[in-house]
C-alpha cells in the first residue's frame, strides 16, 4: 500500500487496537504515569485559585467586611484600639453589628461604614464615591498593622502552601515524565525486536522486492513516531482533556459570564483546526514519501559506494541526492509552514479573548461587581483552556504519524514468510548427504521458469559441479538446496526425504555455503568464523583455519584471530576474506559444502592453498561447485552443464570433452583466452 493511502486517515480503530496489544505488559507503568498526571492536573488547576484566595481575601482589605467590639471584650488584642474600640473580622456571632469595610489611599488606611464600589477618593477622612461625601474612620499605622497581621500571616502561609505546591507539582511531573519515557521505551524496544526476528524469518523473496532503505525506515523512523504516540498521545491526551473539562467547570463556576466571553472564540478555534488538519495531512504525505526516499537512496549509495568510486559517479549521484534532499527539504519546510500559520493564528485567538476579559472583567472589577483576584485567576486559567487545545491539535498530527507508521509497521509484520517450518518437521537419524532432484521446475516470478524439468543426482561423498552461461540457473540450484526458495513442480530430496519435510533448523545447519561476494559483520577474526555458535570452540575454528590456509595470514596480523573486523571486511583482502568464508563454512562441519564462484576472485597463489584445503575437506562430503574457471572443476565426479535453465550436458570432465558439445566449447573458449592472456 503506498503512503498516500495509508494516510487516507488519522485515527484507525484495528491499528489502535493492535497498538495498545503492546501496552498491555507495561499496563501498570501507563496507569501510574496517568494517576500522576490527574494529581499533576489538580495541583496545576489549584494554582490559580489559591492566587485568588490570596489576592481577594488577603491582599486587598476591601473585600472583607469588620465590626467593632469594645477593646475590653477582645481577649489578648495586641492593638491600642481606636477610640476604645477593637475592629476584627467578621464572623457569625457578630450578625447584627455594624460592618466597616477598610480602605487605602496613599499608604494610610480608614474604614468605611459600607462597602466601597467604584472609584472614590479620601480626604481628611471623608470619602468621597460616585459624587456623594461620607465619614471614614481614620486608622493609625500602628493600628493597621494589627488590623492586617491575620492577613499578613495569611498571605505567609498560602505562599508557603503555594511554593510547596509548584515544587511537588515539578517532582511529580519529574516522576511521571520518566515512567512514562520507561513505559514508552519498553514497548518500543518490544516493537523493534519484533520486526528484527520477524525480519529474520522472512525468506529471501522479500529482500529481493524490497529496498533495504525502506525496510530500515521501518525498523526505526516509523517506530520512533510510534514511541511518541505512546508516550504523548496515549496518556498525555487524558490530561489535556481532563485539565479541559476542570477549566471550564471552574470557569463557570467563578463567573459564567466571562467564561461565555472567553468561549466566544471557541468556533473560531474549530474552523481553524479543520482546515489546519486537511494542510498538514498533505504536508505530512509528502514528508513520509521523501524521507523514505532519502532513506532508501542513502542506504543504497552507501552500500554501492566502491562501484560509484569506480566509475567516476560521484558527481551524478550527488545530483540524484541533491533533487532528493531538495524535494525532502521543501516538504518539511511545507509542513513547517502550515505550522507557522496556525500556531500564531491560535495565539491570536487567545489575546483576543484576553482582551474581551480585560474589557469585559476589567469594567466589573471597577463596578465592584467582580473582585480583581477573580480577574487574575480568570486570565490564569484562561491562559490554561488554550493550552490542551493547542496541544490537542498538535496530537492529531502525531496521531496521523503513529497511524501511518502503524500500518507500514503492520504491513511488514503481517507478511507471512512463505518458507515455513513444516507441521511435522523430520531429520534422517543419519545425514550422509545424498542430493536429488527430480523434474525440479522453479520460476522467481510467475511462470516465467529459471529452471525447466532438472534431474540431477549427487551421491554422498560426490563432487557436482555446475557449469553453463550468465543466466543459466546455477545459482537458483544452491538457493533451492537451502530451500531458501520452493519450487513449482517436482522434488528435491535429501537422503531420500523431500526437502519441504526437513526441519529447516536442521536443514540448513547440515548445508555449509562459500558465496563469491562474502560478507564479513563487525567484530574480530574469530567471531566471523563462529557467528556466535558456542557449540565451536577454540580449537575448531584453529584446525578450520588451517585447512584453508588462512592461519598464515591470519597469525601475521596484530592481534590474530582477535584482531578487528570492520564493517564487511572492507580491511581485508578479497582473497583474506575468502578464504575466512571456508573456514567458516568448514568450522561448521557441514554434511553438503555448496561453493558458489568461491574462487573466481582470489590470486593464484591462493587458488592453489586452497585447491589442495578442498582435497581433504570435500572428502567423505558432499560438495556443489558452482565455477566459470573450468580448470578448478576437473576432479569433480560430476559435471552438469546447464543452458537456459535445462540440464544440456552431464558427466565427468573427460567424458564431456570427447562429447564435444556445449562444454567442450566453453572450455574451448577459456583455453584460447589463457592463451591469448598469456
Known sequence: MADEEILGKAYDSRLMKRLLQYAVPHAGKLIA??????????????????????????????NSPYVAIPIEEVENYQGQGIDGMAFIRKSEEHSGLQEY???????????????????????????????????????????????????????????????????GLGLLTYVQGYILT????????????????????????????????????????????LNEMYTDILVNTIKDVLTLIG??????????????????????????TI?????????YRKVRRYLSELNGFLAESISGMRIVQIFNQEKRKYKEFLKINKDYETSSLGEITVYAVFRPFMDLLYYVALVLILFYGGGQVL???????????????????????????????????????????????????????????????????????????????????????????????ETVAFVGHTGAGKTSIINLVNRFYDIQKGQILID???????????????????????????????????????????????????????????MKLPRGYDEKVTERGSTLSQGQRQLLAF????????????????????????????????????????????????????????????????????GTHQELLARGGLYYKLYQLQYMSQRNLA
Open 583 to 650: 573456514a567458516r563454512a568448514l568450522a561448521f562441519d557441514p554434511d553438503i559444502l555448496i561453493l558458489d564462484e568461491a574462487t573466481s576472485n582470489i590470486d593464484t597463489e591462493t587458488e592453489l592453498l586452497i585447491q589442495e584445503a578442498l582435497k581433504r575437506v570435500t572428502k567423505d562430503r558432499t560438495t556443489l561447485v558452482i565455477a566459470h574457471r573450468l580448470s578448478t572443476i576437473q576432479h569433480a565426479d560430476k559435471i552438469i552443464v546447464l543452458h537456459k535453465g535445462e540440464v544440456a550436458e552431464m
Open 275 to 283: 482546515v489546519f488538519r486537511k494542510k498538514v495531512r498533505e504536508a
Open 367 to 461: 463596578q465592584g461587581r467582580v473582585q480583581f483576584g477573580l480577574l487574575i485567576a480568570f486570565i490564569s486559567y484562561a491562559q490554561r483552556f488554550f493550552g490542551p487545545i493547542n496541544a490537542l491539535t498538535e496530537k492529531f498530527n502525531i496521531m496521523q504519524s503513529a497511524m501511518a507508521s502503524a500500518e507500514r509497521i503492520f504491513q511488514l509484520l503481517d507478511t507471512k514468510p512463505t518458507i515455513v517450518q513444516p507441521k511435522d518437521p523430520k531429520t534422517p537419524t543419519e545425514v550422509k548427504g545424498g542430493i536429488e532432484f527430480k523434474n525440479v521446475w522453479f520460476a522467481y516470478n510467475g511462470d516465467e521458469y529459471v529452471l525447466k524439468d532438472i534431474s540431477f543426482v549427487a551421491n554422498p561423498g
Open 101 to 167: 469595610y477598610l480602605l487605602s489611599q496613599g499608604g494610610s488606611f480608614y474604614f468605611a461604614p459600607f462597602k466601597v464600589t467604584g472609584a472614590y477618593t479620601i480626604k481628611e477622612n471623608t470619602l468621597t464615591v460616585n459624587g456623594q461625601s461620607y465619614d471614614v474612620i481614620y486608622v493609625p499605622k500602628a493600628e493597621a498593622k494589627v488590623i492586617r497581621s491575620s492577613d499578613y500571616n495569611s498571605v505567609m502561609k498560602l505562599s508557603a502552601v503555594y511554593l510547596v505546591l509548584m515544587v
Open 182 to 225: 520507561w513505559g514508552g521505551q519498553a514497548i518500543i524496544y518490544a516493537i523493534r525486536q519484533e520486526i528484527f526476528e520477524h525480519l529474520q524469518h522472512l525468506d529471501l523473496a522479500y529482500f529481493d522486492k524490497n529496498y533495504v532503505g525502506r525496510i530500515v525506515t521501518r525498523a526505526t523512523n516509523d517506530v520512533e513516531n
Open 247 to 272: 477549566i471550564v467547570v471552574i470557569m463557570l463556576r467563578l463567573d459564567w459570564k466571562l467564561s461565555l466571553i472567553t468561549f466566544t472564540v471557541v468556533p473560531l478555534m474549530i474552523a481553524g
Open 496 to 554: 531420500g526425504l523431500e526437502i519441504r519435510e526437513w526441519d529447516l533448523t536442521e536443514l540448513r545447519k547440515r548445508i555449509g555455503i562459500v558465496l563469491q561476494d562474502v560478507f564479513l559483520f563487525s567484530g574480530d577474526i574469530k567471531s566471523n568464523i563462529r557467528l556466535n555458535n558456542e557449540d565451536i570452540s577454540q580449537k575448531d575454528i584453529l584446525e578450520a583455519c588451517r585447512a584453508v590456509g588462512a592461519d598464515k595470514f591470519i
Open 33 to 62: 504515569a496517568l494517576l500522576l498526571l490527574a494529581l499533576i492536573t489538580l495541583g496545576d488547576l489549584a494554582g490559580p485559585y489559591l492566587m485568588k484566595v490570596i489576592i481577594d481575601d488577603h491582599l486587598d482589605p476591601s
